[in-house]
Structures are given as C-alpha cells and as structure tokens.
C-alpha cells in the first residue's frame, strides 16, 4: 500500500513542501528567520531654482494692411500702441514664446484684456 502525502504550506511563499503524512509535525522543515531589509526613506530632493522668467515681448500686427505696428514691444509700448487703435478686432497680437522663440497669437479672451487694460496705464515715456 502506497504513502499518503500531504502538501505543506505552513511556510509563506513558494516554500510549500510535500511529506509523508506520517511525518511528525515537529519534523518539519523550519523556517529561517530572514532579516527583512527596509531601505530607508528617500531624502526630498531639492527643487531647481527656476530661472526668472524674462518680460514678455509682444508683436501687434494690422489686420487690413498686414503692417507690423510693434514688434518686441514691452507691454507698457503695447498698450500704447493699441490705445491707437480703433477696435480690438482691427489688430492681431502676437506673444513670443520664448522656449520656441515663436510668436503665438493671443487668444480672443487674452486679447480682450489687454485692449480693457490700454486705458489703465500711462502712456510710454
């Protein structure tokens, strides 16, 4: 007559074994008890100091004529430039992306509040 076996998973993990079922429990194999290794914490890394953002230029260009009416203009010139202008509509402007070195236009909402804060700041010198 054959043995009869018994899977023992008293052990966590894949240390399950198999044993004769006459096989006293103290017989079994023991665990070693592993010094689990907890690395520690990392330490927070220190953010870069961002670099200061340099003042935004900008390029107002006529819609009708395609004339350049400012170009890297500041924004106290560019408000002057638009206080010249009859509508809001009569211009396009443009910002420079200074990543891209590209000018992008603005959109209508951008463009909205620089024609609402023309009247708010002087003239330029």
Do not use: C
């Not at 429990?25 to 665990?31: D, H, N």
């Not at 008890?33 to 006529?62: G, H, I, M, N, T």
């Amino acid at each position: 007559m054959g043995k009869t076996w018994i899977l023992d998973t008293g052990t966590k993990g894949t240390g399950a074994s198999i044993r004769p079922l006459e096989q006293p429990p103290e017989a079994r194999p023991k665990a070693s008890p592993a010094k689990l290794y907890v690395p520690p914490a990392p330490r927070p890394k220190r953010a870069p100091e961002a670099a200061p953002r340099p003042p935004r230029q900008f390029k107002v260009v006529d819609v009708l004529t395609q004339e350049t009416l400012a170009e890297n203009a500041d924004m106290r010139r560019t408000l002057g430039v638009l206080r010249g202008v009859r509508s809001s509509l009569d211009v396009h402007v443009h910002v420079l992306d200074h990543v891209t070195q590209t000018w992008r236009l603005l959109s209508m909402d951008e463009q909205r509040a620089l024609w609402d804060a023309r009247e708010r700041v002087d003239a330029p010198a």
